[in-house]
């Protein structure tokens, strides 16, 4: 694929994910959708695989932004680790890409906790289990959370 065709549907990648997580939520499973329509390798048991993700992992925001989970996965749904070699090496070319991802949304978004992500489109942290500040979190953070799984998603066709 030709340099300018990836980035056209790395464009439009973006916008399926934003449009995604704006009307659906979960933005792991969001990504992976994406990509999974996009450019395939995703399979449907890897997206649902990813829900436990969404919100740092449980809702809980102390892990890792759900959106780069996502990413992170999908980078291994094209480079990572078979099964049945799992006594073959590390595989050290799919922890690159997935570095060069983490660095560059940690680059862009000053962190990659979903916790230090609300703390930075908001000024603060929710009780994403609390469903008043859950609801203020949503209303709160706007299209950030979106934008921020469009991103990921745009990133990753451009790495593939």
């Not at 649902?48 to 993700?53: E, P, Q, V, W, Y």
């Not at 094209?78 to 595989?91: A, M, N, Q, S, T």
Request: proline letters at 1%; hydrophobic letters at 30%; aromatic letters at 8%.
């Amino acid at each position: 694929m030709k340099q300018e065709e990836k980035q056209k549907l790395a464009e439009e990648a973006y916008e399926k994910a934003v449009k995604y997580e704006l009307d659906y939520g979960c933005c792991p499973q969001c990504v992976l959708a994406t990509v999974q329509e996009t450019v395939g390798i995703v399979s449907d048991e890897t997206i649902k695989a990813s829900h436990g993700l969404s919100g740092g992992g449980g809702l809980m925001a102390k892990g890792a932004c759900g959106a780069l989970t996502g990413g992170l996965m999908a980078l291994s749904a094209k480079r990572g680790r078979d099964r049945d070699r799992l006594d073959k090496g590390r595989f050290i070319t799919n922890f690159k890409k997935g570095r060069e991802l983490v660095e560059r949304f940690e680059q862009t978004f000053g962190g990659i906790t979903c916790e230090e992500l609300q703390k930075r489109f908001t000024g603060r942290t929710y009780d994403m289990w609390n469903a008043d500040e859950y609801k203020q979190f949503d209303q709160e953070r706007g299209n950030q959370c979106a934008h921020a799984t469009g991103l990921v998603t745009k990133w990753v066709i451009e790495m593939l």
